[in-house]
């Protein structure tokens, strides 16, 4: 789909002292960074459901994910199981909703300041 890519983490180091693990390299200028833990004993989740105008990065450290995405400019819409070690780049304008099984984790991270859900998210329903 335009506008969304979706790859897996790569290993780029392994010795005596640790594995470097790389999930993204100069794809996206970060400013706002994030990590999601989707509870225990709550069941599976239902996040997102909006766009931003700017570009984000998701990694899955952990769990998986039903995730859908649409490019509001083509009307495309591409359905995604995500597990562990999957990173998915969305550029700007591009819905993206997931339901998160629970105990995953997530690592999200955006161009743009986060400052709040009525700040920064424009909702469009497309999971349910």
């Keep these: 789909m335009k506008g969304v890519y979706v790859k897996k983490a790569t290993e780029v180091s392994n010795d005596s002292r640790r594995i470097i693990t790389e999930i993204m390299n100069g794809e996206v200028g970060i400013r706002n960074l994030k990590v999601l833990e989707i509870k225990k004993g709550e069941g599976n989740q239902l996040l997102g459901n909006h766009w931003h105008p700017y570009a984000e990065v ?47 984790m997530i690592i999200d991270a955006a161009e743009d300041a986060y400052v709040s859900a009525d700040y920064n998210d424009i909702v469009e329903v497309i999971l349910e």
């Design 58 to 104: 998701m990694y899955v450290i952990k769990g998986m994910s039903f995730y859908r995405m649409k490019n509001i400019d083509t009307g495309e819409i591409e359905d995604f199981y995500l597990v562990a070690g999957d990173v998915v780049y969305r550029s700007a304008r591009i819905v993206h909703a997931g339901w998160f099984k629970e105990g995953s």
